[in-house]
């Protein structure tokens, strides 16, 4: 394999696309969040919302690909657009590095050169954005009726966290750094109380987003593995969106569409001891359970997590300051967190 850092060019994520059988929900979920609804495919029923520069699809065909896969999968991340500088010569150059092309005859739902990513959802190569125009001009049409709503602060997707079966963890990183050039930035081995998993953090070459994967290490049910059950094979678990603010993103959620897990109230009696330079307030932090990490003197990041929104699919809520870590001081007391929330539904 050559060692071409960015043999695809790519640029960001354009996209995520959604496909489930409750698109009333879905839409209250992520009006909930502060994303507008704005426009739909010309020729579809799959409707644009967006965020700053976190841009949604929500398909509610009843045929063609995304249909297929929620038939599949219950509410899921069917495709994800990733930004790329030449979508024709990055499809070739990932398919000559051993991806799998989506062909037209596979049903996708959008013109785009694609092929298989995460438990075959797609990626597709998208080439329009930033001065190019944008794929939400050329190709989508206004609503009707739009739903402008005030944006919560989030800003883009920092993360997207894929679950894969035992043992595959591997043939996953490979994916990612054999055609797209990802390197690996971590790796943790978490224990909670009764179970435990592995978790492998990769970085895209274009540096703006980075892709963790987790596979369980037990047979006692623990959380990859009731997610895999769930969601009937490996995919995307969780995005992550970046603010800049947590605790103003946070003041602004309806907690009624949106809960967080539970974090244990013995976690903020060191927390503070261990990160001293947090500069938000610090009740604010306790009240809205916000969970804290620092890798280094003087910087730090602030992260949460939703509990299950849509299937076994959550969202993260992300701020860095001056940190590229993924938590890793929390990865106890989430997984406890996680695990106790199993517990209450019965799942341990």
């Given amino acids: 394999m050559s060692e071409v850092k960015n043999p695809l060019g790519l640029v960001g994520i354009e996209f995520t696309e959604y496909a489930t059988p409750d698109a009333d929900y879905m839409d209250k979920v992520f009006t909930d969040f502060g994303f507008s609804k704005l426009k739909k495919y010309k020729d579809k029923d799959v409707v644009y919302y967006n965020q700053n520069d976190i841009h949604f699809l929500l398909n509610n065909e009843r045929e063609g690909f995304s249909a297929a896969f929620a038939k ?25 590095r051993g991806a799998k092309p989506a062909t037209e005859s596979a049903n996708k739902d959008f013109p785009y050169p694609a092929i298989y990513g995460i438990g075959d959802s797609l990626i597709y190569f998208i080439e329009i954005f930033g001065d190019k125009g944008s794929i939400y001009d050329n190709d989508f049409v206004d609503l009707e009726e739009q739903n402008i709503v005030k944006d919560k602060g989030f800003l883009r997707i920092d993360h997207l966290t894929n679950n894969v079966y035992k043992g595959t963890m591997e043939t996953w990183a490979n994916f990612y750094k054999n055609v797209f050039g990802f390197e690996e930035v971590r790796y943790f081995d978490i224990k909670g109380q009764k179970t435990a998993l592995l978790s492998y953090a990769l970085k895209s070459p274009c540096g703006t987003f980075s892709i963790p994967i987790n596979e369980g290490k037990d047979d006692n049910n623990n959380q ?37 897990l539970d974090i244990i109230p013995e976690y903020y009696e060191t927390i503070f001891d261990r ?6 307030d610090k009740e604010k932090i306790r009240k809205h ?41 929390n990865f106890q007391a989430l997984f406890e967190s996680i695990e106790r929330d199993q517990e209450r539904r019965g799942v341990l």
Avoid at 275 to 280: G, L, M
């Fill in 224 to 260: 990859i593995d009731e997610y895999l059950d769930e969601y009937n094979g490996p995919g995307v678990q969780h995005l992550a969106f970046l603010t800049n603010d947590l605790v103003a993103s946070l003041d602004q959620l309806d907690q009624s569409t949106i809960a967080t």
């Fill in 72 to 96: 599949s999968h219950g509410p899921a991340i069917c495709s994800m657009g990733w930004r790329v500088e030449n979508a024709q010569k990055a499809f070739e150059v990932a398919v000559e």
């Fill in 289 to 329: 359970q916000i969970l804290v990490d620092s890798q280094s003197e003087n910087c730090y990041l602030l992260q949460i997590f939703s509990k299950n929104l849509f299937g076994p699919i959550f969202i993260e809520m992300i701020q860095r300051v001056d940190d590229g870590g993924f938590g890793e001081g």
């Fill in 275 to 280: 990160v001293p330079w947090v500069k938000e």
